[in-house]
């Protein structure tokens, strides 16, 4: 009997122990050491503290969502350990922190947050709301708190980790600065998620969205490449005894070329501990590396690893700029071990390519539409009409409304009968001078060299269909390949629109068909409100001028002010008609204005034509998968394929999708084809 009572009791002094209140006031001479008033400058701030506060509390799944860029909202949610219920009073409480303990817990601190000053601030000028669980406690708490007044209650039914709602910090902002800070934001989103392999982040605005790709790995190269985009990353790995550190460098296109005003500026992230830092002499000390070698590089991330004991981080308020012991040797190391690999002169060939051709039908699926959803980042829309758009036209990428007569080539003239004549539509040529080289960087960037080289000198090419599924098959030399060619038909459209940008052959409707930007979103969503509509209407609107300059898609608005017609589209080729519906569906799914910031308005074009590269090549996809094949194949086998083959630059999504196979089965199938 005493002996079970004895168990009984350790087991309490074990659960009191697990239990005990995690966070405590700091001690006054802590507080000496690392009193910084923390100030709340803008939304960026808010966001960089609760992402440390989550990760700090080894969640691996953080959501961020903002309103107004984070002026009017900030909110956050993760699944780490979460809240004791003990300490909702001293939460949110300045110099109240969990982090440290002693004053010699200071020098050597290996968590991100530990002043407790963040949520103290955030509180005293706002209002903050704490939703939590505590791991191995059934109950939650939820906790408001502005300024002195806090009001707490228990909170059933919610899931292990904690939930931050701020709003009311900012009183007074302007559309420009919502831009501004969505840009900043989502860029500190994307640096965090660089150097957390495996932890899943979400971010959700009413403009940009990111999200970390769906990638179990805790290899460091292999996160950073899926997150970029792109197998061409170069690395290199640092270190040194005296004094003791290590360094890994990422970075993307690093190519030959001396700098010039239009050359981008290389962007430096830098970590140390796998804290975000700035460090501006090193910045400087690399680009200087670079220069002596006439070489430039887009994006440089660095990874310091380094005895904690070695580094202040109490510098500033925001910890963004740090202090390392004996820095000069350290960052000197550096700067000569990057020297010594620019030095190898790495050409972007020759730096690490695509995927390497699988075996054959390994990796094709059967998908009949096209998909609107590009590497590095898909699109997450906050508001969920725009959700619903998104769904709508990527899964309706057959355009009810067009007629399904065929497309056919007069070689006298090289114009097309179907539709276009039936409409009755003449072709307007316009020819704007291209003033984004940067888009044309795009493209050449994500060239593959070797890759267009083999196409392009391809002995045989066909379009066949192979278990139900089309794919674009060629020969080189000996080796056979294939790849699906939905694939290869959205990336061509995308750098047709990227290459003719403000060039466009556009094309007029003179007839009485009238395609109803109004009557299409009732359709897409029959439940949608009079308020969504003049939101898409005010976007479209408001980018009418940027639509037209720049991708030559035109529309007019009714006498009685309340609905958009359709009257311009882009001609990408001539020998194709064009597929007015599918445009229009893209158009009314944009989901955001043309920004005036030149920032943002690069990010806007390329995403605009990824939307409408979609809308071109949906219904063309569905017209091989469904018209007469016979005629089908022959028509792009002799017509169009030739245009693509001469013109199209395989870019990654050709590389990462391309099929080898063995000699005698691709031999066989040309054969059949």
């Known amino acids: 009997m ?8 350790q087991q309490e002094e074990a659960e009191e122990e697990l239990f005990e ?5 700091l001690d006054p001479d802590i507080v000496k050491q690392i009193a910084a008033g923390e100030v709340i400058h803008q939304p960026w701030n808010v966001v960089k503290e609760l992402i440390e506060n989550s990760l700090d509390a080894k969640s691996n799944h953080i959501v961020i969502a903002l309103k107004d860029g984070g002026f009017k909202e900030v909110m956050i949610r993760d699944n780490g350990c979460g809240i004791h219920p003990d300490d909702t009073e001293q939460i949110a409480h300045r110099f109240h922190s969990s982090k440290i303990k002693s004053v010699d817990d200071v020098y050597k601190i290996q968590t991100l947050g530990f002043r407790g000053e963040a949520l103290s601030s955030m509180a005293l000028i706002g209002e903050i709301t704490i939703l939590s669980k505590r791991n191995g406690i059934e109950d939650g708490i939820r906790v408001v708190i502005h300024g002195k007044e806090r009001t707490k209650q228990v909170e059933h039914n919610l899931e292990t980790g904690t939930t931050i709602v701020v709003i009311n910090i900012f009183k007074t902002y302007s559309p420009s600065d919502i831009r501004r800070s969505t840009y900043k934001i989502t860029k500190l989103v994307t640096d965090y998620a660089y150097a957390n392999p495996g932890i899943k982040f979400v971010l959700h605005t009413p403009t940009i969205a990111f999200r970390t790709p769906p990638l179990d790995t805790s290899n460091q190269k292999e996160w950073i490449s899926a997150i970029l985009g792109t197998k061409k990353l170069f690395n290199k790995e640092i270190s040194s005894t005296n004094p003791p550190f290590s360094v890994s460098i990422f970075g993307i296109h690093l190519k030959e070329g001396k700098l010039t005003l239009k050359t981008p500026k290389t962007n430096l992230t830098c970590f140390v501990n796998r804290r975000l830092v700035t460090i501006h002499l090193l910045e400087g000390l690399l680009r200087d590396q670079l220069e002596r070698n006439a070489f430039t590089c887009e994006t440089i991330i660095a990874f310091f690893e380094m005895d904690p004991s070695l580094i202040d981080v109490h510098v500033s308020p925001t910890k963004e700029l740090v202090t390392i012991r004996n820095s000069e040797a350290v960052l000197d190391t550096v700067a000569e071990a990057f020297g010594d690999m620019v030095k190898i002169r790495y050409r972007e ?3 690490e390519g695509g ?11 059967n998908e009949s539409s096209v998909s609107n959803n590009f590497s590095p980042a898909k699109k997450i829309r906050f508001d969920p009409n725009q959700s619903l758009m998104d769904s709508f036209v990527e899964n309706n990428d057959t355009a009810d409304y067009e007629s399904e007569t065929p497309s056919i080539i007069d070689p006298d003239n090289n114009m097309e009968h179907g539709q ?6 003449q072709f307007i040529f316009r020819h704007v001078e291209t003033i984004y080289d940067s888009l044309l960087d795009e493209i050449r960037i994500d060239c593959d060299p070797e890759w267009t080289t083999k196409f392009r000198r391809a002995q045989s090419t066909k379009l066949c269909k192979i278990h139900d599924i089309f794919v674009l098959m060629f020969q080189n030399e000996s080796d056979f390949y294939f790849i699906s060619f939905r694939v290869l038909l959205q990336e061509f459209f995308y750098q047709r629109l990227l290459i003719g940008f403000s060039n466009f ?4 409707d003179l007839n009485d068909i009238k395609i109803s930007l109004r009557t299409l979103l009732q359709s897409a969503l029959p439940e949608i409100n009079e308020e969504f509509i003049q939101a898409k209407f005010k976007i479209l609107k408001t980018s009418k001028i940027a639509l037209d300059d720049y991708f030559s898609i035109t529309f007019e608005e009714t006498e009685d002010e309340n609905d958009l017609i359709l009257t311009g589209v882009p001609v990408l080729l001539p020998c194709l008609s064009t597929p007015w519906s599918n445009i229009a569906l893209a158009l009314i799914a944009l989901p955001e204005t043309y920004p005036n910031n030149p920032e943002l308005n690069i990010i806007w074009i390329k995403d605009v034509a990824k939307r409408f590269s979609a809308a071109f090549a949906a219904p063309l996809f569905r017209c091989i998968n469904t018209g007469k094949e016979s005629f089908t194949l022959e028509f792009w086998n002799s017509q169009v394929i030739p245009t693509i083959k001469t013109t199209y630059l395989c870019g990654s999504q050709f590389v990462n999708s391309v099929v080898s196979g063995s000699n005698t089965d691709l031999y066989k199938s040309f054969d059949r084809c």
């Open 420 to 425: 276009n004549e039936e409409r009755g539509e």
């Open 349 to 351: 060939s020759e730096v």
């Open 21 to 25: 209140p995690r966070i405590q006031p």
């Open 2 to 9: 005493e002996e079970n009572q004895e168990i009984e009791r």
């Open 505 to 508: 052959c556009c094309v007029k």
């Open 355 to 365: 995927k390497s051709p699988k075996t054959l039908f390994s990796s094709i699926s």
